[in-house]
Antibody, heavy 121, light 110 residues
Framework: QVQVVQSGAEVKKPGASVKVSCKASGNTFTRNAIQWVRQAPGQRLEWMGWIIVGNGNTKYSPKFQGRVTISRDTSASTAYMEVSSLTSEDTAVYYCAIETYATGCCHFDYWGQGTPVTVSS | QSALTQPASVSGSPGQSITISCTGT?????????VSWYQQHPGKAPKLMIY???NRPSGVSNRLSGSKSGNTASLTISGLQAEDEADYYCSSYTTSTTYVFGTGTTVTVL
């Protein structure tokens, strides 16, 4: 069974950056894609971007292009998502989700527990 | 990329059936059979319930079923139970190789 564990809650000031980690275990890490999704308080899920772990290719939502960077460390079976130039509107729970390709593509099989990020002066 | 459109809320009595719609465009829902559905209980992470329009992952109740017609996908929950009370989100792969989620639907069991 795949398990996904994210880093802990963060509190940041406006203008700062935050980097969230996502560690997967239970399958071959390099065969996954890692998706990042956020959810502001009381709001819907919002897709941010993905990384194909095997080759490092990334794709970002146009909304976050240029302000979000997704990376991975295959030796640590961990993916990262960094958001820069934070504002209060970035206050949200950030989720990573694993796309294992065990049943084909384009759906998020396993989710991390979420990382709350609060942006406040 | 605009969010897929879902009804804000749907309710039903125990044992009844409900259907949640998810309307997109020819660039997302209508483009591929790559629509998935997620259940989210309050304070919890989402959970995959349906993928590729109508397939259930192992362990998901067969009371859930999915379908699609044109640019609209649907999730039906039959034999409604108290444990089905949650938020549900659809998601679609798009022609831009990105993903888009729906606006979310709160299911209430009366």
């Amino acid at each position: 069974q795949v398990q996904v564990v994210q880093s802990g809650a963060e509190v940041k000031k406006p203008g700062a950056s935050v980097k969230v980690s996502c560690k997967a275990s239970g399958n071959t890490f390099t065969r996954n894609a890692i998706q990042w999704v956020r959810q502001a308080p009381g709001q819907r899920l919002e897709w941010m971007g993905w990384i194909i772990v095997g080759n490092g290719n990334t794709k970002y939502s146009p909304k976050f292009q240029g302000r979000v960077t997704i990376s991975r460390d295959t030796s640590a079976s961990t993916a990262y998502m960094e958001v820069s130039s934070l504002t209060s509107e970035d206050t949200a729970v950030y989720y990573c989700a694993i796309e294992t390709y065990a049943t084909g593509c384009c759906h998020f099989d396993y989710w991390g527990q979420g990382t709350p990020v609060t942006v406040s002066s | 990329q605009s969010a897929l459109t879902q009804p804000a809320s749907v309710s039903g009595s125990p044992g009844q059936s409900i259907t949640i719609s998810c309307t997109g465009t020819s660039s997302d829902v209508g483009a591929y059979n790559r629509v998935s559905w997620y259940q989210q209980h309050p304070g919890k992470a989402p959970k995959l319930m349906i993928y590729d329009v109508s397939n259930r992952p192992s362990g998901v109740s067969n009371r859930l079923s999915g379908s699609k017609s044109g640019n609209t996908a649907s999730l039906t929950i039959s034999g409604l139970q108290a444990e089905d009370e949650a938020d549900y989100y659809c998601s679609s792969y798009t022609t831009s190789t990105t993903y888009v989620f729906g606006t979310g639907t709160t299911v209430t069991v009366l």
